[in-house]
């Protein structure tokens, strides 16, 4: 499955979530860390949600991007 992830970055680290998942987050120094960390993370909440039962949901999020004005 592929699943959305926002990688957002910060003043000297990046941070990533997966809005299908909630809750399933990683931090890292780089981009290649956190990129790293979160598919770590993906694959380990998958497998806690499966030892709970709990239904594995289809990616759902989509990436849209809006352009809006902005004045200088």
């Not at 990683?26 to 993906?42: K, Q, Y």
């Not at 694959?43 to 989509?62: C, N, T």
Request: glycine fraction near 8%.
């Amino acid at each position: 499955m592929k699943y959305l992830v926002i990688i957002e970055k910060g003043t000297d680290s990046f941070c990533a979530y997966v809005p299908d998942l909630p809750g399933c987050t990683s931090a890292g120094n780089s981009f290649a860390d956190t990129l790293a960390g979160i598919r770590e993370a993906i694959e380990g909440h998958l497998e806690v949600m499966r030892e709970y039962g709990d239904p594995i949901p289809e990616p759902s999020s989509e990436p849209v991007f809006v352009d809006v004005p902005v004045a200088v």
